[in-house]
């Protein structure tokens, strides 16, 4: 008997038989034998990663026959959507409701600058996956997923990976996925730090088990910046664990966190214990459906992150520095006018203050380098976290003490009513009429 041991490359080894005329009556099939679910056409293609030998050909054909759900196409997504479908993953679900913006594309590296502007972000990475492996199906979900929706997406897919890029989406894609019982790849990259671990894998914590609450401050790629790097190394490694997950190889990172630092170029491991008391995979769960996860979020205003102001009228406008510590701040209020109103305001708010041509000072409360970057006429920076904003109104508005005694406690109340933060408005409603 003679063997031939195919390699998935094209060479071929023989090897003499040792055992002469016995073997040489079995008859030898003309047609190779495949891996369960793989084609020639598959092996061909994945052969290189099929070599190796904690997936070969039965993790191949896992992974070939697998769902998986991207939560994002952004940064993160980037580095994930090829990754999986250069691997061969069965179907990709790709959901972002975003267009492709021009300051998104140092980081978003699958979309074009031709697309910036017009062109949604599912669409886009699906057409690359179409051009990087036709044998990939895509579906692509261009809305946002929400409470209505997460548990429907969700479930018709084997593994999700959560490259989003908000607090909002992450207790929702969680949640849902705690009751629909899919393992969740959860990545996030801000500055020059990354985050990765592998929830609700196998029995092991979710997402409230690590975060039972969200941060009081949230950080976003809008307003600290991002390196393109730091979001590219932390979804190539998600991507490494949604294929582990898939196709049943290596030990999947579950029940650990990896906290990645790129200025030392460093990864710290911390581990992730399954909280008995946790509200959504605990003994007793509270989050029982999408209902109550959605209340949860409209509980902690989980609305993503905006950049506050605070509408003064100026007295010396022009001699004041640019950039003011709060205490200053708060002095330089004591000196503004009394017809002015203290609050965070809207873009559109703002503009409409310019276009009335009312006497005020805009405080920029964005880091330094953020208003260094660019910046209102006028406006003052007095660098605060958002957690410190309420501090930092409380002490202006206590140094204003004209604007409130001339002002009818109604009437101060209303105005207070402006601010969004609950705090100063509690503070201002117990200073005398
Ligand atoms: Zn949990």
Excluded: W
Excluded at 208 to 219: E, F, I, L
Excluded at 314 to 329: C, G, I, V
């Amino acid at each position: 008997m003679s063997v031939y041991i195919q390699s998935p490359s094209t060479s071929t080894i023989f090897i003499p038989s040792t055992r002469g005329a016995m073997a040489s009556s079995q008859p030898m099939a003309n047609t190779p034998i495949l891996p369960d679910g793989l084609t020639g056409a598959q092996v061909e293609r994945y052969s290189r990663q099929m070599l190796v030998e904690d997936i070969g050909g039965s993790g191949q054909a896992k992974i070939s026959g697998s769902k998986v759900l991207v939560v994002g196409a952004g940064g993160l997504g980037s580095s994930v959507i090829p990754c999986l479908a250069g691997a061969g993953v069965g179907t990709l679900g790709l959901v972002d409701p975003d267009t492709v913006d021009t300051s998104n594309l140092h980081r978003q590296f699958i979309h074009r600058e031709a697309d910036a502007g017009r062109e949604n972000k599912a669409v886009s990475a699906a057409r690359l996956v179409a051009q990087l492996n036709s044998g990939v199906k895509t579906v692509v979900h261009a809305s946002p997923l929400e409470s209505g929706n997460a548990l429907e997406l969700v479930s018709g897919y084997d593994c999700v990976v959560d490259a989003s890029d908000n607090p909002r989406t992450r207790y929702l894609v969680s949640d849902a996925c705690v009751l629909a019982g899919k393992p969740l790849v959860s990545g996030s990259a801000i500055g020059l730090e990354g985050q990765l671990t592998v929830y609700n894998f196998e029995g092991g914590p979710c997402n409230r088990c690590a975060y039972p609450n969200p941060p009081a401050a949230a950080a976003s790629c809008s307003d600290s910046g991002v390196v393109g790097p730091v979001p590219a190394v932390i979804g190539n490694l998600q991507s490494l664990e949604a294929l582990k997950v898939i196709g049943g190889f290596g030990a999947v990172l579950s029940e650990k966190l990896i906290m990645y630092d790129a200025r030392s170029t460093t990864f710290h491991r911390f581990i992730v214990k399954k909280r008995p008391g946790c509200a959504a995979c605990g003994l007793v769960p509270t989050i029982t459906s999408m209902a109550a996860s959605d209340a949860f979020c409209m509980e902690r205003s989980l609305r993503g992150v905006a950049s506050g102001g605070c509408a003064f009228a100026p007295r010396t406008a022009a001699a004041t520095p640019k950039h003011l510590t709060p205490p200053a701040a708060a002095a330089l209020a004591s000196g503004y006018g009394r017809n002015g109103e203290c609050g965070e305001v809207s873009a559109l708010e703002y503009s409409a203050v310019r276009a009335q041509g009312v006497p005020h000072a805009l405080i920029d409360v964005r880091d330094a380098t953020q208003f260094e970057m660019c910046a209102l006429p006028g406006s003052f920076n007095v660098p605060v976290s958002r957690a410190a904003l309420a501090a930092l109104l409380i002490s202006i508005c206590a140094k204003v003490p004209r604007y409130f005694t001339h002002t009818a406690a109604s009437t101060l109340r209303a105005s207070c009513s402006t601010c969004s933060l609950a705090s100063c408005r509690a503070a201002c409603t117990k200073l005398p009429p």
